[in-house]
C-alpha cells in the first residue's frame, strides 16, 4: 500500500531492542538481574494480521488458520523480555521499582517515536484510508454479492458483508473462535471449512479486489495531501532507529 514505506520506519523493533539491551544492563548495573535480549529480538510477526493490526484473509490463510489470529496459536507463541522488569519489581519491591525509573530516565529516550500520535501520522492515515472506503458506499454492490455466494453455508445471522464477519455468527453457530486472548486451540475442521467459503465468495465477489483497489486510492490521496508531515515524521524515526542502531553496536 502507498503508506507501507513509512509505516515501516514507524514500527521498526530496532529502538525497542537497544531500549531493553540498555535497560538490562541498567537493572544488571544496579545489582538486580535484568533479561537476556536475543540479538535481532522481535515480536514473531502475525500472518494474519497487517502492519496496523487489521485483520488479513484469502484462501490460503483461512486453510491454515481459519479466522483465528495466528498469534493466538502456540506455534507463535513468545516470550517478551520486557515482561522481566515487572516481575523483578514485584520480587525486589521498592528498590526495584526505584532502579528501573532511573533507568527508564536514561534510556526511554531511545524508543521511536509514537506512530499513532497525531491526525497526519502514517498510522492514523492508513486506519482513516480503511474507514473512508468502509463508510462511502462503495462496496454495496459487492457485499451484496459476497452474501448471496455465502447463504448456502447455512451460518445463523449472516451478516450483509464480510467486515462484519464471523464475529456475530460464529458464535451463534457453537463454533469456538479462541479470540479471547486466552485460549490456543487450533481452528476445527467446520471453522476451516467455511473460512475457505468465505475466501472464495470474496474473491468470486469481487469484494477483495475492489476493496484493494479502493484503499490503494484513499491512502493515496491521503498521502499526497499529507506528505510534507509523513516526510518528517519518517525523518525523525530513522534518526531513531540510527541511534538505536549505534547503541546496540557497542552494546552487543
Known amino acids: 500500500m502507498p503508506l507501507d514505506s513509512y509505516l515501516e520506519v514507524a514500527q521498526s523493533a530496532v529502538p525497542r531492542e537497544a531500549w531493553l539491551v540498555s535497560m538490562s544492563s541498567c537493572m544488571t548495573g544496579a545489582g538486580f538481574p535484568g533479561p537476556e535480549v536475543p540479538v535481532g529480538f522481535a515480536a514473531p510477526v502475525d500472518p494474519t494480521r497487517n502492519i496496523v493490526g487489521y ?3 484469502d484462501r490460503e490463510i483461512a486453510e491454515k488458520y481459519g479466522y ?4 493466538m496459536l502456540p506455534e507463535f507463541a513468545y516470550v517478551d523480555p520486557g515482561d522481566s522488569f515487572g516481575v523483578l519489581i514485584q520480587q525486589f519491591g521498592e528498590p526495584a521499582q526505584a532502579a528501573f525509573d532511573s533507568c527508564s530516565a536514561e534510556f526511554d529516550g531511545l524508543l521511536a517515536s509514537d506512530a499513532s500520535s497525531d491526525d497526519k501520522s502514517s498510522m492514523w492515515l492508513s486506519v482513516e484510508a480503511a474507514h473512508q472506503v468502509e463508510s462511502s ?3 454495496a454492490d459487492v457485499r451484496g454479492a459476497w452474501r448471496k455466494c455465502m447463504e448456502p453455508q447455512g451460518v445463523p445471522g449472516l451478516s450483509d458483508g464480510p467486515e462484519d464477519f464471523p464475529l456475530i455468527a460464529m458464535t451463534e453457530s457453537g463454533l469456538d473462535l479462541s479470540g479471547d486472548g486466552v485460549a490456543r486451540s487450533a481452528p476445527t ?3 476451516i471449512e467455511l473460512a475457505i467459503a468465505d475466501a472464495e465468495c470474496r474473491d468470486s465477489s469481487g469484494y477483495s479486489q475492489k476493496r484493494y483497489d479502493l484503499e490503494w486510492e484513499a491512502e493515496s490521496k491521503l498521502l499526497d495531501a ?3 508531515h ?7 524515526n530513522q534518526a ?3 541511534e538505536a542502531t549505534a547503541v546496540l553496536a557497542e552494546e552487543r
Request: proline share 4%.
Open 189 to 191: 475442521p467446520r471453522e
Open 55 to 57: 485483520k488479513l484473509f
Open 226 to 228: 499529507n506528505r510534507a
Open 68 to 71: 483465528h489470529d495466528a498469534s
Open 240 to 242: 531513531k532507529i540510527d
Open 230 to 236: 509523513l516526510e518528517e515524521e519518517r525523518a525523525k
Open 137 to 139: 458506499g462503495a462496496l
